[in-house]
T-cell receptor, first 116, second 115 residues
Framework: AQTVTQSQPEMSVQEAETVTLSCTYD???????LFWYKQPPSRQMILVIR??????QNATENRFSVNFQKAAKSFSLKISDSQLGDAAMYFC?????????????FGTGTSLTVIP | EAQVTQNPRYLITVTGKKLTVTCSQN?????MSWYRQDPGLGLRQIYY???????DKGDVPEGYKVSRKEKRNFPLILESPSPNQTSLYFC??????????????FGPGTRLTVL
């Protein structure tokens, strides 16, 4: 089974500053998908950004961008111009891209605090 | 409104008393899944289903059952709950077999406490 590791249980950032959340994964597959999900205090899981492994270009969604390093099996999330509403738990997730890729693997999460 | 609904949202029960957590989606998604979320462990997949009458075990299926008799519904059954099943449970759905990168839509979660 694939494993996803988030080594930072907690992070904090000043409002308007930039923060990077780390994620590494272990796989022998060449094609897969990676995701970052946000879970605010409401507990609702919200997709932040996704990356396809065969695409070399890093995905971006407004203030959110990723640094995808396939050889290093690293998938970090950068949040620019942090806002109070970014405070949440963030989960990194993996899914295989082949026909058997029916399981999702999540990391243990990083709790982000935004300081006013 | 496209959504995944779960019921109940909160449940306190006692050891051994059978319970069912319902999950329903209105997006005509083929793929549905159950997760449990525990502090320090993230989300772990319990069971998933790729279509009606097709279900498979995830990473932590022990103590749980599921069924997929209709496309929109995917109930989670605890035949004899135990305190170690106290957790936050999420149901999710997505298109399948479409692109695996398709987004999973999550329900609001069910907080289960087993005494």
């Amino acid at each position: 089974a694939q494993t996803v590791t988030q080594s930072q249980p907690e992070m904090s950032v000043q409002e308007a500053e930039t923060v990077t959340l780390s994620c590494t994964y272990d796989t022998s597959e060449s094609d897969y998908y990676l995701f970052w999900y946000k879970q605010p205090p409401s507990r609702q899981m919200i997709l932040v950004i996704r990356q396809e492994a065969y695409k070399q270009q890093n995905a971006t969604e407004n203030r959110f961008s990723v640094n995808f390093q396939k050889a290093a099996k690293s998938f970090s999330l950068k949040i620019s111009d942090s806002q109070l509403g970014d405070a949440a738990m963030y989960f990194c997730a993996y899914r295989s891209a082949d026909s058997t890729g029916n399981q999702f693997y999540f990391g243990t999460g990083t709790s982000l605090t935004v300081i006013p | 409104e496209a959504q995944v609904t779960q019921n109940p949202r909160y449940l306190i029960t006692v050891t051994g008393k059978k319970l069912t957590v319902t999950c329903s989606q209105n997006m005509n998604h083929e793929y549905m899944s159950w997760y449990r979320q525990d502090p320090g462990l993230g989300l772990r997949q319990i069971y998933y289903s790729m279509n009606v009458e097709v279900t498979d075990k995830g990473d932590v299926p022990e103590g749980y059952k599921v069924s997929r008799k209709e496309k929109r519904n995917f109930p989670l059954i605890l035949e004899s709950p135990s305190p170690n099943q106290t957790s936050l449970y999420f149901c999710a759905s997505s298109l399948f077999p479409a692109e695996p990168g398709d987004e999973q839509f999550f329900g609001p979660g069910t907080r289960l406490t087993v005494l």
